[in-house]
Structure formats: structure tokens, C-alpha cells
Nanobody, 120 residues
Framework: QVQLVESGGGLVQAGESLRLSCAASGSIFSINAMNWYRQAPGKQRELVAAITSGGSTNYADSVRSRFTISRDNAKNTVYLQMNSLKPEDTAVYYC??????????????WGQGTQVTVSS
């Protein structure tokens, strides 16, 4: 079994920064893509940022140039550095990863979510 545990959420004012972390643990042989999603009240979950095992990244247009995704493969951890936060960034942020165990088959795993609230 694999667990993803997020940390780093909180309440900040507009213009401030936060750094989210997500550590994967358990029966891990390989991790492919690691992603951050978010879901605001009354809205669908959306992809915020993605990073491949090789380090290629992709961002939602709404966060490009403000957020930076990175990963430490040795620690099975993905980060999301969020700068110049806006009230519309308020949401629950979820970590997602494609993880293979000893079988070599990749499965999708999700963290429990961490709340980010940005006040104006």
C-alpha cells in the first residue's frame, strides 16, 4: 500500500507565499508523474501543476509564473512553491502520484488534501 501525505497549507494574506509538500511512502518501486490538484468550494477539481519523473513540468494558466512544482526523487516527495497568492487560489490542494509497486503496474494515489486560504 502507498500513502501520500501533504503538509504546508494554511491561512495567508494576498501576495504572500506558501510551500506545500507531499511525501509518498509504502511499497514503492517507481513513481511516474506527480501532480498537484485543487478544488475550491462549488467547483470541480482542477490540475494545478504536474512534473514527470524526468523533471518536465506543466502548469495551469492561472498559476503559471507564480507557482513552481519540483520533486526530490530520493525522498519520493513533490513540492509546490506558491508565490504571489491570490484569494482565488483558496482551495483544498491534493497531491496525486502514479506509483508502481513490485508488480511494475502503475496505480493512481491521492493524498488527503491540505487547505490553503488566501485572504484579501
Amino acid at each position: 500500500q502507498v500513502q501520500l501525505v501533504e503538509s504546508g497549507g494554511g491561512l495567508v494574506q494576498a501576495g504572500e507565499s506558501l510551500r506545500l509538500s507531499c511525501a509518498a511512502s509504502g511499497s514503492i518501486f517507481s513513481i511516474n508523474a506527480m501532480n498537484w490538484y485543487r478544488q475550491a468550494p462549488g467547483k470541480q477539481r482542477e490540475l494545478v501543476a504536474a512534473i514527470t519523473s524526468g523533471g518536465s513540468t506543466n502548469y495551469a494558466d492561472s498559476v503559471r509564473s507564480r507557482f513552481t512544482i519540483s520533486r526530490d526523487n530520493a525522498k519520493n516527495t513533490v513540492y509546490l512553491q506558491m508565490n504571489s497568492l491570490k484569494p482565488e487560489d483558496t482551495a483544498v490542494y491534493y497531491c496525486n502520484a502514479e506509483v508502481a509497486g513490485s508488480s511494475g503496474l502503475y496505480y493512481d494515489y491521492w493524498g488527503q488534501g491540505t487547505q490553503v486560504t488566501v485572504s484579501s
